[in-house]
């Protein structure tokens, strides 16, 4: 595939489509390499990853529930479903990333540039996926500050999601997207 099929290949491939099996370890360090490579400014690089795979993953997802049932109790406010949905797409994709911004301490930048930089690893990745015939998606539950001890988020960090991978169950068409002319303006 050439770069303008992958982009219109690229799918938020639920996590119930992606199949319960092993990736090899030398493809996620090409996912994170490309990752790596993404634009940012002052050469800040503020994307770090956690990867979560087997044994580590399971516990995860276990302390993460646990988490989320203790903050039901207290009266935080999610669903109970949405708790079990977490729970149960953690053990059942076979890779999880947490995808984390480190924020440069020296404030040179604007948040949203380091948070930019790193959707554009995120995006890497994910196109790379694509090229690989991976399925990716990106996850952002709500409760996702509940998790900062839980993951070791440190001072200056935000946790930005998880980036699940795996092989694609059944292959599903783009929904497409609007004509570009709706969307640009141009000035000559």
């Known amino acids: 595939m050439n770069i303008n099929e992958i982009i219109k290949n690229r799918r938020a491939t639920p996590p119930r489509l992606l199949v319960k099996k092993e990736i090899p370890k030398q493809i996620i360090e090409q996912l994170l390499e490309n990752a790596n490579w993404a634009p940012n400014h002052k050469k800040t690089e503020p994307w770090r990853f956690k990867v979560y795979a087997g044994k580590a993953k399971q516990e995860l997802a276990e302390k993460a529930h646990e988490i989320l049932m203790e903050k039901l109790e207290e009266g935080y406010h999610v669903a109970p479903e949405k708790v079990e949905k977490f729970k149960s797409t953690l053990l059942r994709v076979p890779v999880a990333i947490v995808i984390i911004v480190q924020l440069d301490a020296a404030k040179r930048l604007p948040e949203w540039e380091e948070i930019a930089a790193t959707s554009m690893a995120v995006q890497n990745m994910w ?48 929904p497409g997207r609007r004509d570009v002319n709706t969307k640009v303006e141009w000035k000559d």
């Open 127 to 174: 196109l790379t996926a694509t090229e690989l015939g991976l399925g990716a998606f990106w996850a952002t539950p709500a409760f996702l500050e509940l998790f900062d001890e839980l993951l070791e988020i440190k001072s200056g960090q935000k946790c930005l999601g998880f980036f699940y991978i795996g092989e694609i169950l059944m292959d599903y068409s783009s």
